[in-house]
């Protein structure tokens, strides 16, 4: 994009990845303020049992990624044609929206639908802003675009969600939400003033985007997503009970605890963007494989305040390691769709987000205890890491993802 001074490049590229700051807001401040919204949203329930109506709010999380599997394929298919920058805008201003509506909501029921309604556009915001970040970095560069969008969540893992969730706990949920969908306005006028409008690659289109779930390959990759990934979810939903009523420390201890999850996010997505680019297949199976080994790590370690914080950051750095190479894995079984293979990755991970919180729930719910949903990790860990094997068997000769042409954007 050599029209594109390096100075509005970088400004461009850092707006995205606000936009994905953003999106780790308020994805992962719910996590750390589970108990909080529990006890105002449900409190009969809190009151009976604590740990069931936790278990209960967990729905926050769940209903969240629902709405980006729904969103994100329909979102992908219906904007085809649309400039990446037009489509980027709009889903920006759905999620202040959809999140100034879940702060404001008076119930649990519609709370959950304001939830909803922000999480439609969650899984093609990553697919348009990544797709566009890779663009403006250049050819074979897929890997770092969507590691520089992601890079954005993983910094609000490190310091935002700790400060939101200590404004949540300090003013209340619905205050944190109201300064979540303050970050999303500031992103959207950030990229309206610094992101050159790309034009749709040519010939895009509704079917030709549907057209990539013809393929075999796609739905596995998916399914290696789906559920590998919940095995980080399994664990990261539940990591306030276990850091107050596991490890005993106080809940002012939830917003650290989160913070070094967070670093070790984004340690893991840098490393596993650039491993990405030279080889994508050896990352899918050493990200999983250290999934495995960390998540039962800390099943062992976490009932001790040193254990949970060397656990979590660990926790965190592999499953984001292995974060851009499913990326780019769908995006390369899917090169004739390239936004629908983003997007579907984004729902494939909510998939596991859902599940991840959904099966930790259950398991403590039924009286196991808040460290069973680690071993629930491990499980969906290796079942992702047989069933990337099994891709990666049936699919040898996958090529790289061949980047979106586009015309040049106007000089500035």
């Known amino acids: 994009m050599?029209?594109?001074t390096s100075g509005r490049r970088w400004a461009a590229l850092l707006a995205l990845a606000l936009g994905g700051f953003g999106l780790g807001l308020t994805e992962f401040v719910a996590m750390g303020l589970l108990p909080n919204l529990a006890q105002d949203l449900l409190p009969t329930e809190y009151a009976?049992?604590?740990?069931?109506?936790?278990?209960k709010a967990g729905w926050m999380i769940s209903i969240y990624a629902l709405g980006v599997v729904a969103g994100a394929p329909t979102?992908?298919?219906?904007?085809?044609?649309?400039p990446r920058r037009r489509l980027v805008v709009s889903l920006l201003g759905l999620f202040v929206v959809g999140t100034?509506?879940?702060?404001?909501?008076?119930?649990?029921?519609?709370?959950?639908?304001?939830?909803?309604v922000a999480a439609l556009a969650h899984g093609a915001y990553f697919g348009a802003a990544g797709l566009l970040a890779a663009a403006m970095l250049g050819p074979g560069s897929e890997g770092k675009g969507f590691a520089l969008v992601l890079g954005g969540l993983t910094a609000a893992n490190v310091f935002g969600v700790p400060l939101i969730t200590g404004l949540g706990q300090a003013a209340g949920w619905r205050v944190a939400y109201l300064a979540v969908a303050g970050v999303f306005a500031l992103t959207l006028l950030a990229v309206l003033a610094t992101v050159p409008e790309i034009p749709a690659a040519p010939g895009g289109s509704p079917r030709s985007e549907l057209a990539a779930f013809r393929s075999p390959h796609i739905w596995l990759a998916a399914a290696v997503a789906a559920i590998g990934f919940g095995g980080f979810f399994a664990v990261n939903s539940y990591i306030a009970p276990v850091t107050t009523h596991v490890t005993g420390l106080s809940e002012s201890a939830v917003p650290w605890v989160l913070a070094v999850m967070g670093l070790g996010m984004t340690v893991g997505n840098a490393v596993g963007g650039v491993a990405a680019?030279?080889?994508?297949?050896?990352?899918?199976l050493l990200g999983f494989t250290a999934m495995i080994a960390t998540i039962a790590l800390f099943g062992v370690v976490s009932r001790h305040p040193a254990g949970l914080f060397l656990g979590a950051f660990l926790v965190g750095a592999a499953a984001l390691f292995i974060g851009p190479a499913l990326q780019a894995r769908l995006i390369a079984v899917a090169p004739g769709a390239q936004l629908m293979g983003a997007a579907v990755n984004q729902s494939a991970s909510n998939v596991a987000n859902s599940a991840g919180a959904a099966l930790g729930g259950a398991v403590i719910a039924a009286g196991w205890g808040y460290l069973?949903?680690?071993?629930?990790g491990v499980l969906l860990a290796a079942t992702g890491l047989a069933l990337a094997?099994?891709?990666?068997?049936?699919?040898?000769?996958?090529?790289?993802p061949e980047p979106e042409r586009h015309p040049e954007p106007a000089a500035v």
């Open 2 to 4: 050599e029209h594109l």
């Open 48 to 55: 009976h049992s604590a740990a069931d109506a936790v278990a």
């Open 75 to 82: 979102i992908a298919a219906l904007t085809a044609r649309w």
């Open 100 to 116: 100034v509506a879940s702060a404001l909501a008076p119930t649990f029921e519609l709370v959950l639908a304001g939830r909803f």
């Open 277 to 284: 680019d030279k080889n994508l297949r050896r990352s899918v």
């Open 372 to 376: 069973s949903s680690a071993w629930i």
């Open 389 to 400: 094997v099994v891709s990666f068997r049936l699919d040898p000769g996958v090529p790289a």
